[in-house]
């Protein structure tokens, strides 16, 4: 296995490869071991997971490193790496028994529950290639593959196996021979996993899997799942948030030459997340992308025109990559080149041309173009002007999971606008849309509860509901919270606290605020 330590820089991650294919394979030549080697930490690996063992495992020939005798103890007294340990020699052993099997689960669970993330994907990995061997059993299919037959694991993900499971990328056969696939150490197999994983329902368990596949994809030299990896990190979604960690997976995509890991590193140089901002560097990480047709990096290329390093040839090259894309169907480049010309940016202001734009990319599936063009109808801009039309796209885009579009329609039927008002319906999608980050959703929500319009009447419902939209940036949100604490309803009266949250809304630009605030 082909370990990229100068992307993952964490022998955390060691671990986690180990853990894997431990798994996966049912632990024939993988086995932890101890000394020097597994004790060093390089300098900025300091980000491992909280309850992570102090010293790290890394994979190797020997299986004696660590005894058994003791560690079952050690793990009841509460020590992480003991019971990973235990379940992996459990998991290591010949001819492994269901019941071996299932006492693993339970230690990795338990090494789980006291913090050690290495534990919890091991637990998830475990759960999961049992389900599939157990749906396997009572199938009894046979392999789909003669290369699988023949048990030539690396020729199970060829040819595509999906086209074996009857379109259901879930299915268990699909599954099982990307499985037997990665723990050859296909890192195509693996990507796939993940990508599977990640497209399908599940929580935080699959997202936890998700990313294990992502890494072992990585660490075999398949470089597609770096920059994936890196959108995790940055995200925090299956592993802790760690931009830094973001930034040095999309600097390895990048130098590898994928053009999306350049665009996504590019940003983070914009804003200085995980790395010193650095906007000159920022644009030509982008220019690079934009090269190589990247979307994103076009986008951001045409964005950032007028600073000083992106020039209008720059621009040029940009809008004709995004009109490439679009042309061939792009439906992301459809809808970047509309906000282009809806806002003028690089080119002359184009309302008719914006909503050209977003009708091509909202037909071909892309929801904040549908989205875009209810924007348009509503304030009649290169467009007719029509709250019912704007209804219409504000549902498309809404049901293909634009939230800002969820708020728009719910403001459509707390209003009656363009359809008949509806206040449970408003409540309904003002819920969906601050559940999904929009935070003037939690105050529309709030302002629902407050008047028992459509929602039971609860006052300190509605103060936690116009604070979460308030901290999240909505101004509305925090002058109507200070309305409750002016007057003491669901809150305790608070005439500072009000005041404060009056200058803030003030502050905000919002005229409301500055008028109620005192001396």
């Not at 993900?157 to 150490?185: F, I, W």
């Not at 904040?368 to 467009?383: K, S, T």
């Not at 606008?417 to 409540?427: F, I, K, L, T, Y």
Request: aromatic share 4%.
């Amino acid at each position: 296995m082909a370990f990229l330590q100068s992307a993952l820089g964490a022998a955390r991650w060691i671990r986690v490869g180990c853990a894997i294919a431990c798994i996966l394979s049912g632990c024939a030549t993988v086995a932890p071991v101890s000394g020097p080697e597994a004790g060093t930490q390089r300098a900025g690996d300091s980000n491992r997971g909280e309850g992570s063992p102090s010293e790290p495992v890394a994979p190797g020939p020997s299986a004696a490193a660590h005894p058994v005798d003791g560690l079952e103890a050690e793990c009841s007294r509460g020590s992480a790496p003991s019971c990973l340990r235990r379940g992996n020699a459990l998991m290591k052993r010949k001819g492994v028994s269901e019941a071996e099997k299932h006492e693993a689960e339970l230690l990795y669970k338990r090494a789980c529950e006291l913090g050690d993330q290495v534990g919890c994907l091991s637990h998830d990995l475990l759960r999961e290639h049992r389900r599939i061997a157990e749906q396997d059993a009572r199938r009894a299919v046979a392999p789909p593959e003669t290369a699988c037959a023949d048990n030539a694991e690396k020729g199970c993900v060829r040819p595509d196996p999906l086209r074996h499971a009857g379109g259901d990328k879930d299915d268990p056969e699909t599954m099982r021979v990307l499985d037997r696939a990665c723990a050859a150490g296909e890192g195509a197999a693996c990507f796939r996993l993940g990508m599977i994983l990640a497209e399908g329902p599940g929580g935080r368990k699959r997202e936890r899997l998700t990313a294990g596949m992502f890494a072992k994809a990585c660490e075999m030299n398949y470089l597609e799942a770096c920059h994936r990896l890196g959108l995790l990190y940055e995200v925090g979604k299956g592993v802790a948030v760690d931009e830094r960690r973001a930034a040095v997976l999309y600097e390895q995509s990048c130098s590898a030459g994928i053009a999306k890991g350049c665009s996504l590193l590019g940003m983070l140089h914009e804003r200085g997340r995980g790395v010193t901002q650095d906007l000159r560097r920022a644009v030509t990480l982008h220019k690079t992308a934009c090269a190589a047709d990247d979307v994103d990096g076009c986008t951001r290329l045409v964005m950032l025109y007028g600073n000083g390093w992106v020039g209008a040839e720059d621009v040029r090259r940009g809008m004709a990559s995004l009109e490439k894309a679009c042309a061939a169907g792009g439906a992301e480049g459809c809808f970047i080149l509309g906000r282009i010309h809806s806002r003028g940016l690089g080119v002359a202001k184009d309302d008719v041309q914006a909503a050209r734009l977003y009708a091509k990319a909202c037909s071909a599936g892309e929801p904040r173009g549908c989205f875009g063009l209810g924007v348009l109808h509503e304030n009649g801009r290169g467009v007719d002007r029509s709250d019912e039309q704007a209804a219409v796209f504000y549902e498309r885009a809404c049901e293909g999971g634009e939230p800002a579009g969820c708020f728009n329609l719910a403001s459509f039927y707390a209003g009656g606008r363009g359809v008949v008002e509806d206040p449970r319906r408003a409540a309904t999608l003002y819920e969906k849309s601050c559940d999904s980050g929009v935070p003037a959703g939690c105050s529309g929500l709030g302002v629902l509860h407050e008047r028992g319009w459509g929602v039971s009447k609860d006052e300190g419902r509605a103060a936690a509901l116009f604070e979460k939209g308030c901290e999240g940036g909505d101004p509305m949100g925090c002058f109507n919270l200070g309305v409750l604490y002016e007057t003491g309803r669901g809150v305790a009266m608070d005439a500072a606290r009000a005041n404060a949250l009056y200058e803030k809304t003030c502050a905000a630009g919002e005229s409301a605020g500055c008028g109620r605030r005192t001396p």
